[in-house]
């Protein structure tokens, strides 16, 4: 008792090898939720970086959606389009993981796993086929009339005008950082991510809103936002002012363009 006693004063367990002081057991331990997000976005943003296909298919789904806010669609045709773009990345994304797995698990040629990636292949085009019919049928009957007379009707949907600048804002800062190859998605990198969303929302309430006293308090927000950033280390002022820049600026032109 008393040599065990010894040994724990001494930083040692029974066996007589050293202990590291406040370090417990974190097998089994599931990441918090912020981190698991982070996780995922960064798989996303490595998916982008290394696979061609992939690329091709987001920026393809981008113009696509980005698109459909010029035509007079039902919120039923939006769900659809969007719905058929996301099964497109979805699928292309398993299809990155199955490879990546089958690699590791052989390193030279095996007729299995080459049937595997031709399987996994095979899902992706199906998806992409059945997103392509979807897009045709949905998408045809507006492509039809004026390019004008489309805008007009657009112009009265500043929902649509909303969701699409907002989701572009998004869009647009992980691209730039998969491209600048900087920071994460939640941390670091250029622009900030945090400033470009707050100071989007921002430049929304402003111009949904003829409250000055609301467009106010959600900039003091934003600022506050933007402050903890750089206090932080998180991010320098020069990438807090690019994310604010882009947010404000991408919103505006938005409205801008269609709703004035």
Same mark, same amino acid.
């Given at each position: 008792m008393a040599s065990e006693r010894e040994q724990q004063r001494s930083g040692r367990d029974p066996r007589g090898t050293a202990r590291k002081p406040g370090r417990r057991a974190t097998l089994g331990r599931k990441p918090k939720m912020s981190q698991s997000f982070n996780n995922a976005l960064e798989g996303i943003v490595y998916a982008l970086k290394s696979e061609r296909n992939i690329r091709i298919h987001f920026i393809i789904g981008v113009i696509v959606i980005g698109g459909s806010l010029f035509l007079n669609i039902s919120r039923l045709e939006l769900v659809l %389009? %969007? &719905? *058929?773009? !996301? =099964?497109? $990345?979805? !699928?292309? $994304? %398993? +299809? #990155? *993981? %199955?490879?990546? !797995? &089958?690699?590791l698990v052989s390193t030279t040629y095996h007729p299995l796993v080459r049937l595997v990636k031709d399987i996994a292949a095979g899902a992706v085009f199906i998806a992409t086929i059945a997103a392509v019919i979807i897009g045709y049928l949905v998408l045809f009957k507006g492509l039809k009339p004026h390019i004008f007379s489309v805008i007009r009707a657009v112009k009265g949907s500043p929902e649509y005008v909303t969701l699409i600048s907002f989701t572009l804002v998004i869009i647009l800062v992980i691209l730039g950082k998969v491209l600048l190859g900087r920071g994460t998605p939640l941390h670091g990198g250029m622009p900030s991510g945090h400033a470009a969303v707050s100071f989007a929302i921002f430049a929304i309430v402003t111009l949904v #809103? !003829? +409250?000055? $006293? =609301?467009?106010? $308090?959600?900039?003091l927000l934003a600022l506050i936002i933007a402050d903890t950033r750089i206090r932080r280390g998180i991010h320098s002022w020069r990438e807090v002012l690019a994310g604010a820049l882009l947010g404000i600026g991408l919103v505006t032109l938005f409205y801008w363009l269609f709703l004035t």
């Amino acid at each position: 008792m008393a040599s065990e006693r010894e040994q724990q004063r001494s930083g040692r367990d029974p066996r007589g090898t050293a202990r590291k002081p406040g370090r417990r057991a974190t097998l089994g331990r599931k990441p918090k939720m912020s981190q698991s997000f982070n996780n995922a976005l960064e798989g996303i943003v490595y998916a982008l970086k290394s696979e061609r296909n992939i690329r091709i298919h987001f920026i393809i789904g981008v113009i696509v959606i980005g698109g459909s806010l010029f035509l007079n669609i039902s919120r039923l045709e939006l769900v659809l %389009i %969007i &719905m *058929a773009v !996301a =099964v497109v $990345l979805v !699928a292309e $994304l %398993i +299809n #990155t *993981a %199955i490879e990546k !797995a &089958m690699d590791l698990v052989s390193t030279t040629y095996h007729p299995l796993v080459r049937l595997v990636k031709d399987i996994a292949a095979g899902a992706v085009f199906i998806a992409t086929i059945a997103a392509v019919i979807i897009g045709y049928l949905v998408l045809f009957k507006g492509l039809k009339p004026h390019i004008f007379s489309v805008i007009r009707a657009v112009k009265g949907s500043p929902e649509y005008v909303t969701l699409i600048s907002f989701t572009l804002v998004i869009i647009l800062v992980i691209l730039g950082k998969v491209l600048l190859g900087r920071g994460t998605p939640l941390h670091g990198g250029m622009p900030s991510g945090h400033a470009a969303v707050s100071f989007a929302i921002f430049a929304i309430v402003t111009l949904v #809103t !003829a +409250n000055p $006293l =609301v467009s106010v $308090l959600v900039f003091l927000l934003a600022l506050i936002i933007a402050d903890t950033r750089i206090r932080r280390g998180i991010h320098s002022w020069r990438e807090v002012l690019a994310g604010a820049l882009l947010g404000i600026g991408l919103v505006t032109l938005f409205y801008w363009l269609f709703l004035t």
